[in-house]
């Protein structure tokens, strides 16, 4: 059974830092999508930022220059370094994954982290 399990958040002034970590354990074989997504109370769920295993990034429009996601491959790790943080990056946020556990053929389960709290208040 895969598990992703995120740490990292907490309480943090406007315009300060957070590191979010994530770590996948469990039978894995391969990991396509690495991404981060985010829900406020009374709001959907949003994509945040994305990795895929050739190194590529990508981000939401409202965190871009602000955020950095980062993959360790050989750690099946993924963090997500927000910086300048603003009140409304305040929400959950979620670990996301496609891992793939069969040794025979390549086929990806999606995976979520059970979630952790930033807040951005002063």
């Known amino acids: 059974q895969v598990q992703l399990a995120e740490s990292g958040g907490g309480l943090v002034q406007p315009g300060g830092s957070l590191k979010l970590s994530c770590a996948a354990s469990?039978?894995?074989?391969?990991?396509?999508?690495m991404d981060w997504f985010r829900q406020a109370p009374g709001n959907p769920r949003e994509w945040v930022a994305g990795?895929?295993?050739?190194?590529?990034?990508n981000y939401v429009d409202s965190v871009k220059g602000r955020f950095t996601i980062a993959r360790d491959n050989a750690k099946n790790m993924v963090s997500l370094q927000m910086d300048s943080l603003k009140p409304e990056d305040t929400a959950v946020y979620y670990c996301?994954?496609?891992?793939?556990?069969?040794?025979?053929?390549?086929?990806?389960?999606?995976?979520w982290g059970q979630g952790t709290q930033v807040t951005v208040s002063s």
């Open positions: 996301y994954a496609t891992i793939s556990s069969n040794p025979h053929w390549t086929t990806y389960q999606e995976y």
């Open positions: 469990g039978i894995i074989i391969s990991i396509n999508h």
């Open positions: 990795t895929r295993v050739d190194g590529s990034t």
